[in-house]
Nanobody, 121 residues
Framework: QVQLVESGGGLVQAGGSLRLSCAASGRSFSSSNMGWFRQAPGKEREFVATINWRGQRYYADSVKGRFAISRDNAKNMVYLQMYSLQPEDTAMYYC???????????????WGQGTQVTVSS
């Protein structure tokens, strides 16, 4: 059974940093595009970042230069390092596997349960 478990969320002041982790299990993900998405209250889930099996990274414009996605295939882990957090980054953050391009953005059919990130001003 494929499972993604996120951790590392929390409350942080504006300008602070957090590192999210995602533990993947149930199969090998070394050849899978992995990613992070987020959903703020009252808004649709949106793409944040993705990394493919070769290590190529793509970011949403809103986080480019502030967030960094990485992966450790040996441990089946994916990370999202977030710097210079702002109140508008407040959302539930979801790890995703088998991320694919859809229209002008990215999507997935395999999701974790999410970890909450709250940035206070």
């Amino acid at each position: 059974q494929v499972q993604l478990v996120e951790s590392g969320g929390g409350l942080v002041q504006a300008g602070g940093s957090l590192r999210l982790s995602c533990a993947a299990s149930g199969r090998s993900f070394s050849s899978s595009n992995m990613g992070w998405f987020r959903q703020a209250p009252g808004k649709e889930r949106e793409f944040v970042a993705t990394i493919n099996w070769r290590g190529q990274r793509y970011y949403a414009d809103s986080v480019k230069g502030r967030f960094a996605i990485s992966r450790d295939n040996a441990k089946n882990m994916v990370y999202l390092q977030m710097y210079s957090l702002q109140p508008e980054d407040t959302a539930m953050y979801y790890c995703a596997a088998d991320v694919y391009a859809r229209d002008t953005t990215w999507s997935s059919n395999i999701w974790g349960q999410g970890t909450q990130v709250t940035v206070s001003s």
